[in-house]
């Protein structure tokens, strides 16, 4: 049965009467542009056909009852309890809770209103596999709560919002990245973001390709940590280099040619973690242009580069990242593949022509399980809509 119609016999049983409406909102994953975020660069990012669903309807009452399918739990909050972080009755809210809480509260904050709604939710975006099942879930409310408030806002508009409920109200520090691909994502295409201006467009996905996602199912802690610190990188990178170029901001501003005249004078590894992003930065551009073209080979190749950066230059790649993604270069109708997130565990993505995708899954996982011992998750993604009510 389709997660829709499940979703839509659950809330008939929970709430005694039909949902009203049905909200969808994508995950998604990056195919280019790692690590360059916070450097303002460039991603390319597509919303993936595995969302989260909600059927709702508006409660007679201001309180807002949801009942999280993929749990059995329930939690309810109102306006008024949102800023404890509680339900009425004092308890506090699940941690599931707080990502549609979250984007009540931020919509709130923008003035917008927010009618009590009952609703019931579930999604088939792998949790904490890095492909923002987090994100489809604020998307998916903000779009149900656009519906009951009688507002409208721009896809990208409503994706600030949900960074700032993930960032203020969760508390965990994400980039603009996922709420955006949630918000924005086009069928087949890729979505090309400047994360300076925010500015964004589609690009055509090559015809006849698959994305497939790959998970390694190794998640390494300590990655905050590391993650500051490549952080700290890149901006003592741009301190050192500011010497040199005074008018530069950030690694986006400083050229490949500009930078091998300059490298030489910085510290081996703040040398080597700019150099991914200023590299990485020069290939998303390098994409563009071969995603007009519809190159899916050449594309790949910048994909097969971008891993090689990311494990040899900003190191934040791990054993079953690198196994995943050897055998997967090494498997016919391979464009391309690298890791994909943060890095230290999670996915790899993968471009594969699409009578291959299958047999590429296929052997992909069993390779990956005789070297690792390890089962690993595959999903063959297409590239699919943002937000939005069915
Ligand atoms: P991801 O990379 O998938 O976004 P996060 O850790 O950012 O990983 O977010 C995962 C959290 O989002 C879950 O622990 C849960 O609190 C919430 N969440 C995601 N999907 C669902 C769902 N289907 N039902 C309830 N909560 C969900
Ligand atoms: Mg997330």
Redesign the pocket.
Known sequence: MKIQDTLTAIFQEKFGRPAAFLARAP?RVNLLGEHVDYNDGFVLPAAIDRA?YIAFAPSDSGLTTLW?A??DKQAAFSPETLPAKTQPDGSPLP??A??PAGIMWALGEAGLETPGMDAV???D?????????????EMAFGVAWQQLGGWALAPMELAKLGQRAENQYVG?N?GIM?QFASACGVENRLLLLDCRSLEWETLALPEGVSIVVADTTVRRKLTSGEYNQRRASCEEAVRRLQASLPDIRSLRDVSVAGFNRLAGSLPAEIEKRARHVVEEIERTRQAISLLQAGDASRFGNLMNECHASLRDLYEVSCPELDVMVEIAQSLSGCYGARLTGAGFGGCTVNLVAQEYAEAFANALAAGYKSKTGLHPEIYICKASAGAGLL
């Open positions: 995950g989260t999280a993929d749990f941690d599931w707080r990502y939710f579930a999604s975006v792998p949790r904490g596999s890095g492909l923002s099942s987090s994100a489809s879930v965990v994400c996922d």
